[in-house]
Nanobody, 122 residues
């Protein structure tokens, strides 16, 4: 069974950037839709965006448009989330999840990474 391993979180100041990586092990990510989610303390999970297997991206959260972008490196079997102009309200645990249909259907993300902490603070 495929595993998703995430990395790249950390502590940054407002306005700085981070890039998160979501690597697949045990299967190629090429045919999966890969979604990114976050959960802040005391809040429920929040869907951010998703890249379909065909390459197009759907944004679920307006506040990240223009700041967060997703890309893939098929040779590395890894999906990246580039986060620019981070703000304190972006502080959360971030995780990636896979939709086997490839189409980023909200109810289909059965497989997810453990998550990585992103803290934005001055």
């Amino acid at each position: 069974q495929m595993q998703l391993v995430e990395s790249g979180g950390g502590l940054v100041q407002p306005g700085e950037s981070l890039r998160l990586s979501c690597a697949g092990y045990g299967s190629t990510l090429n045919y999966f839709g890969i979604g990114w989610f976050r959960q802040a303390p005391g809040k429920g999970p929040e869907g951010l965006l998703c890249q379909r297997s065909r390459g197009d991206t759907t944004y679920w959260l307006d506040s990240i448009k223009g700041r967060f972008t997703v890309s893939r490196d098929n040779a590395m079997n890894t999906v990246f989330l580039q986060m620019d102009d981070l703000q304190p309200e972006d502080t959360a645990t971030y995780y990636c999840a896979a939709d086997q249909s490839g189409n980023c259907l909200r109810g289909n993300f059965a497989l997810r990474s453990r998550g990585t902490q992103v803290t934005v603070s001055s």
